[in-house]
């Protein structure tokens, strides 16, 4: 009965995190655009995690329903942009936001060849880079901080 209720739990965690990307573009499709905000970052291997202005730099995605994004960085008094496309891609029954940079890649948080973000909750994205020892980046939409 334990591994049921485990296993329950986890499907439907499975479910909940794919539904959000897929509400997600839902919205994108029936609006213009959608901001996502830099919320929290946790140092490589999880240790320590900083929020607000506490974080190295403040950072936010624009996502346009064209499938295409902007991404802006401001660290040190100065502001960087980047810019590129995203589609949405399965992999391992798990779905992913995958970024494309046309400009800007020094932004890129990613040690592949391309940048994915992943649902963590139905408000949460989160990026992938903690995978090879960055920061993880979670983001959140500015009315669901």
């Not at 996502?36 to 999880?46: E, H, I, N, Q, S």
Request: glycine share 8%; proline share 2%; hydrophobic share 30%.
């Amino acid at each position: 009965m334990r591994k049921l209720i485990i296993l329950l739990v986890f499907g439907l965690a499975s479910c909940s995190n794919e539904l959000s990307l897929i509400e997600m573009t839902k919205e994108l499709d029936a609006s213009s655009q959608q901001k996502w905000v830099l919320v929290k970052m946790t140092g490589g291997f999880g240790i320590g995690s900083t929020t607000g202005s506490a974080m190295q730099w403040q950072e936010y995605y624009i996502f346009n329903n064209d499938g295409t994004f902007s991404r802006y960085r401001q660290q040190d008094n100065a502001t960087k942009s980047a810019n590129g496309t995203f589609t949405t891609v399965t992999e391992s029954d798990q779905q992913f936001l995958e970024l494309t940079y046309s400009s800007g890649d020094e932004l890129k948080t990613s040690c592949y060849p391309k940048e994915r973000l992943h649902s963590v909750s139905a408000y949460r994205l989160q990026g992938t880079w903690g995978h090879c020892d960055g920061p993880t980046l979670e983001y959140a939409r500015p009315s669901d901080q």
